[in-house]
């Protein structure tokens, strides 16, 4: 009977949906006041790892029960304590803790950048609209379609010299690529905002530095071990992938990364790009990022998993007799991103199991937003 009369409740707030996003309630901050929005909240609480169909289950009936009070008025304090009562009701009570250190980071809007670098062909589009929904995060900003703009604006400065080698010729085309995501960038760091960056025209080394210490580094040992998982050597069960998580993982987390600019190339650029270069830098070192959230993930494959997903990529179809060099190319980018993997988290991913991958990410983040809540 108790589960009808939930199933009937769940029911009638499902039926009421259209008729609660009518009632506005003023929540009072302060001196200050802002709308009460299901959505927010709901994006707090898949935030604090609460799933996200309870999440919008839970968002509903706080809304419903305000709405039945008649609390059209509520200070934040009132409206926290409905919010415990009803995670409690639904069997998140261990979850509050982690809400608490949501809600006072999104209360001081914190800017969130989280970047995921990598090889074509691996998954980072997936990966990173799958977060996005998870953390509710609305702009993703994607370094191939900022390519395709900057091509078809000026396609002449993706002109490099012929005799150049693959990565020579990569590594400008990242730091072009640099270029057309600094205003994002710059108006997520200074309004506030959540973004996710991904694209396999993004190297480390052109968006992350370490604030006031160098950069975390690794040991032989781990060395080993990611050289073996990429060449096939050895395929990493969950333990050692955990293992391997948890070393990189404490060192990163442990450290507070900026967002940086690089510095002009006077061989590459001319005076007129050399002082457009510049201003962008000044542009950059003017925001405070001492309280920005910025983390940085590096997923890598195997080389049997690289080419099982460059065979059955559907959205970039490549000819038989290419796939074996552009395995190599995408393979030796991924060579040359590991050089950088003091700047990142490293994620061996599990082709098999994506959710294992998104659950390791989604704890990380809201590892690093506790530990930077304290």
């Known amino acids: 009977m108790m589960q009808e009369g939930n199933e009937r409740k769940i029911s009638t707030i499902t039926k009421n949906d259209n008729v609660l996003d009518l009632v506005k309630i003023k929540v009072r901050l302060d001196e200050h006041f802002y709308i009460f929005s299901r959505f927010m909240i709901s994006r707090m609480l898949t935030l604090s ?84 929904e998870r953390l509710n995060i609305s702009n993703v900003l994607q370094t191939d379609i900022v390519e395709m703009v900057m091509r078809s604006i000026n396609p002449e400065q993706f002109n490099y010299d012929g005799n150049e080698d693959f990565i020579t010729k990569f590594k400008k085309n990242c730091r072009l690529i640099r270029r057309g995501v600094s205003t994002d960038i710059s108006k997520c760091l200074s309004e506030g905002k959540a973004v996710i960056i991904e694209g396999s025209a993004a190297m480390p080394e052109y968006y992350l530095e370490a604030i006031d210490q160098q950069d975390p580094e690794d040991d032989q040992q781990q060395l080993q071990l990611i050289a073996s998982f990429t060449q096939n050597e050895i395929k990493l069960k969950k333990p050692q992938r955990k293992d391997l998580l948890l070393f990189n993982q404490q060192k990163k987390l442990n450290t507070q990364f900026k967002i940086i600019f690089p510095q002009p190339d006077q061989d590459l650029e001319d005076d007129q790009q050399i002082q457009k270069h510049l201003k962008l830098c000044k542009d950059l070192d003017k925001i405070d990022q001492s309280h920005s959230m910025i983390l940085g993930f590096l997923p890598i494959l195997s080389r049997n998993d690289h080419l099982y997903n460059i065979e059955n990529n559907t959205s970039k179809k490549i000819p038989k007799d290419q796939i074996e060099e552009k395995l190599n190319q995408f393979q030796s980018i991924q060579n040359e991103l590991l050089k950088q993997r003091s700047k990142c988290i490293l994620l061996p991913i599990n082709l098999h199991n994506l959710e294992e991958t998104l659950d390791t990410m989604h704890d990380i983040i809201l590892q690093k937003i506790l530990d930077q809540s304290i």
């Open 49 to 132: 790892r609460i799933k996200k169909l309870d999440a919008i289950q839970i968002a509903k009936d706080i809304k419903k029960q305000l709405i039945d009070r008649n609390s059209l008025e509520i200070n934040s304090n009132e409206l926290e304590a409905i919010i415990f009562q009803t995670m409690n009701k639904f069997g998140y009570q261990n979850n509050i803790q982690k809400y608490q250190m949501v809600s006072n980071f999104y209360r001081h809007r914190t800017p969130m950048i989280i970047i995921i670098f990598g090889a074509p062909s691996i998954g980072k589009s997936l990966l990173a609209n799958n977060l996005a």
